[in-house]
């Protein structure tokens, strides 16, 4: 009984949020692209007072930074350190 009740919370839920998902993901990814921007700001000439507490992130956004400038508007890498391209 149990499992049945889940199952049915579990398709309600789905039901409900299948017509955002498009919404949701499109949110996400532009708080990531913020998150992006703050990390970056020192390197792109904004400047950033977190720099010292975002440095250890960067081994981890370097793979998504490519994504990241193409989605911002820039065809080549703006960072001389970062190559991608």
């Avoid at 039901?15 to 708080?31: F, G, I, K």
């Avoid at 960067?58 to 998504?64: A, C, D, G």
Wanted: aromatic share 14%; hydrophobic share 40%; charged share 30%.
């Amino acid at each position: 009984m149990f499992d049945k009740l889940k199952m049915l919370i579990d398709w309600y839920d789905e039901m409900l949020s299948l017509p955002h998902r498009s919404e949701v993901a499109r949110e996400l990814r532009d708080e990531e692209d913020l998150f992006l921007l703050l990390l970056y700001s020192e390197m792109v000439g904004i400047p950033n007072p977190v720099y010292y507490y975002t440095l250890e992130l960067y081994p981890y956004m370097i793979e998504k930074f490519h994504d990241w400038h193409l989605r911002m508007g820039m065809e080549k890498s703006p960072l001389e350190g970062i190559r991608c391209c």
